[in-house]
Nanobody
């Protein structure tokens, strides 16, 4: 069983930055592909970004490419999402997720409780 705990959400003005963190309980952490998803009120949860267990491969949704950066520190069992140039449409609850499958294969089995990100205009 893997427990994921997100942190770092909050209120920020448009154009600002936030860094989300997700700490995983599983050891070792490295075999897991990690992802970030988000959900706006009244909308389905959508993919934001993912990173392979080695950290060498990453994926981004088109809507965040060039603004968000995913990274991980396997020594700390933690994955990060650096969000720059935030827009009001980035407002959502952000979820961390983990899967034992390869990056791009989906099948996320473990989910955090979510952290709210609000971007004011």
């Amino acid at each position: 069983q893997v427990q994921l705990v997100e942190s770092g959400g909050g209120l920020v003005q448009a154009g600002g930055s936030l860094r989300l963190s997700c700490a995983a309980s599983k050891r070792p952490f490295s075999p897991l592909t990690m992802g970030w998803f988000r959900q706006c009120p009244g909308k389905e949860r959508e993919f934001v970004s993912a990173i392979s267990w080695s950290g060498r491969n990453t994926l981004y949704a088109d809507s965040v490419k060039g603004r968000f950066t995913i990274s991980r520190d396997n020594n700390k069992n933690t994955v990060y999402l650096q969000m720059n140039s935030l827009k009001p449409e980035d407002t959502a609850v952000y979820y961390c997720a983990a899967t034992r499958k390869a990056i791009g294969a989906g099948g996320y089995e473990y989910w955090g409780q979510g952290t709210q990100v609000t971007v004011s205009s």
